[in-house]
Nanobody, 125 residues
Protein backbone atom coordinates (compact mmCIF):
# COMPACT_ATOMS: atom_id res chain seq x y z
CA UNK A 1 0.00 0.00 0.00
CA UNK A 2 1.07 3.54 -0.74
CA UNK A 3 0.33 6.54 1.44
CA UNK A 4 -0.40 9.80 -0.34
CA UNK A 5 -0.50 13.34 1.04
CA UNK A 6 -1.55 16.29 -1.13
CA UNK A 7 -0.62 19.92 -0.62
CA UNK A 8 -0.67 23.19 -2.50
CA UNK A 9 -4.36 23.90 -2.75
CA UNK A 10 -5.83 27.29 -1.99
CA UNK A 11 -7.79 30.28 -3.24
CA UNK A 12 -6.78 31.82 -6.56
CA UNK A 13 -8.36 34.27 -8.98
CA UNK A 14 -9.53 33.12 -12.38
CA UNK A 15 -6.61 33.12 -14.80
CA UNK A 16 -4.13 32.41 -12.03
CA UNK A 17 -1.94 29.39 -11.33
CA UNK A 18 -1.41 26.82 -8.60
CA UNK A 19 0.87 23.83 -8.24
CA UNK A 20 -0.35 20.80 -6.34
CA UNK A 21 2.03 18.28 -4.84
CA UNK A 22 1.45 14.72 -3.69
CA UNK A 23 4.06 13.08 -1.49
CA UNK A 24 4.07 9.30 -1.70
CA UNK A 25 5.47 6.92 0.92
CA UNK A 26 5.39 3.20 1.55
CA UNK A 27 5.69 0.70 -1.29
CA UNK A 28 6.15 3.32 -3.99
CA UNK A 29 8.21 0.97 -6.16
CA UNK A 30 5.11 -1.15 -6.70
CA UNK A 31 3.22 1.79 -8.26
CA UNK A 32 2.52 1.57 -11.98
CA UNK A 33 0.59 4.76 -12.48
CA UNK A 34 -0.45 7.88 -10.57
CA UNK A 35 -3.13 10.41 -11.27
CA UNK A 36 -5.13 13.43 -10.22
CA UNK A 37 -8.87 13.45 -9.82
CA UNK A 38 -11.24 16.13 -8.58
CA UNK A 39 -14.64 16.29 -7.03
CA UNK A 40 -16.89 19.33 -7.04
CA UNK A 41 -19.82 19.60 -4.60
CA UNK A 42 -22.62 17.26 -5.57
CA UNK A 43 -20.60 15.59 -8.31
CA UNK A 44 -18.68 12.35 -8.66
CA UNK A 45 -14.92 12.00 -8.91
CA UNK A 46 -13.73 13.39 -12.24
CA UNK A 47 -10.54 12.31 -13.98
CA UNK A 48 -8.03 15.14 -14.45
CA UNK A 49 -4.67 13.67 -15.48
CA UNK A 50 -2.54 10.56 -15.17
CA UNK A 51 1.10 9.57 -15.64
CA UNK A 52 3.03 6.29 -15.81
CA UNK A 53 5.57 6.19 -13.02
CA UNK A 54 8.19 4.65 -15.32
CA UNK A 55 8.32 6.18 -18.78
CA UNK A 56 6.20 9.19 -17.92
CA UNK A 57 3.47 8.84 -20.53
CA UNK A 58 0.56 11.16 -19.74
CA UNK A 59 -3.11 11.61 -20.44
CA UNK A 60 -5.39 14.56 -19.70
CA UNK A 61 -9.07 15.28 -19.54
CA UNK A 62 -10.17 17.49 -22.42
CA UNK A 63 -11.30 20.14 -19.94
CA UNK A 64 -7.75 20.71 -18.68
CA UNK A 65 -5.62 19.86 -21.71
CA UNK A 66 -3.25 22.68 -22.54
CA UNK A 67 -3.71 24.31 -19.12
CA UNK A 68 -2.62 21.60 -16.64
CA UNK A 69 0.63 19.62 -16.60
CA UNK A 70 1.19 16.45 -14.61
CA UNK A 71 4.71 15.39 -13.70
CA UNK A 72 6.49 13.01 -11.35
CA UNK A 73 9.79 13.07 -9.50
CA UNK A 74 10.69 9.47 -8.74
CA UNK A 75 13.67 10.49 -6.61
CA UNK A 76 11.48 12.55 -4.30
CA UNK A 77 8.48 10.21 -4.72
CA UNK A 78 6.35 13.23 -5.46
CA UNK A 79 3.61 13.82 -8.01
CA UNK A 80 2.81 17.32 -9.24
CA UNK A 81 -0.01 19.08 -11.02
CA UNK A 82 0.79 22.50 -12.45
CA UNK A 83 -2.47 24.32 -13.08
CA UNK A 84 -2.44 27.44 -15.24
CA UNK A 85 -5.20 29.66 -16.62
CA UNK A 86 -7.53 28.47 -13.90
CA UNK A 87 -11.26 28.78 -14.45
CA UNK A 88 -14.20 28.99 -12.05
CA UNK A 89 -15.19 25.47 -13.06
CA UNK A 90 -11.86 24.11 -11.83
CA UNK A 91 -13.05 24.65 -8.26
CA UNK A 92 -13.07 21.27 -6.51
CA UNK A 93 -11.28 19.06 -4.03
CA UNK A 94 -8.30 17.57 -5.84
CA UNK A 95 -7.19 14.04 -5.02
CA UNK A 96 -3.96 12.24 -5.76
CA UNK A 97 -4.27 8.53 -6.53
CA UNK A 98 -1.97 5.61 -7.31
CA UNK A 99 -2.40 2.10 -8.60
CA UNK A 100 -0.25 -1.01 -8.76
CA UNK A 101 -1.79 -2.91 -11.63
CA UNK A 102 -2.42 -2.24 -15.29
CA UNK A 103 -5.97 -2.01 -16.56
CA UNK A 104 -7.42 -1.15 -19.95
CA UNK A 105 -8.79 2.07 -18.52
CA UNK A 106 -6.33 4.66 -17.22
CA UNK A 107 -9.04 7.15 -16.30
CA UNK A 108 -11.45 5.14 -14.15
CA UNK A 109 -11.21 6.04 -10.45
CA UNK A 110 -12.13 2.46 -9.51
CA UNK A 111 -8.81 1.19 -10.92
CA UNK A 112 -6.76 3.27 -8.45
CA UNK A 113 -6.22 1.62 -5.08
CA UNK A 114 -4.51 4.33 -3.03
CA UNK A 115 -5.92 7.82 -2.45
CA UNK A 116 -4.86 10.94 -0.63
CA UNK A 117 -7.10 12.99 1.63
CA UNK A 118 -7.62 15.75 -0.92
CA UNK A 119 -6.76 19.44 -1.16
CA UNK A 120 -9.26 22.21 -1.85
CA UNK A 121 -8.80 24.43 -4.89
CA UNK A 122 -11.10 27.42 -5.12
CA UNK A 123 -11.08 29.70 -8.14
CA UNK A 124 -12.75 33.08 -7.67
CA UNK A 125 -13.88 35.66 -10.20
Amino acid sequence: QVQLVESGGGLVQAGGSLRLSCAASGRTSSTDRMGWFRQAPGKEHEFVATIRRIGGSTDYADSVKGRFTISIDNIKNTLYLQMNSLKLEDTAVYYCAARRFRYDSIRAPSTYDSWGQGTQVTVSS
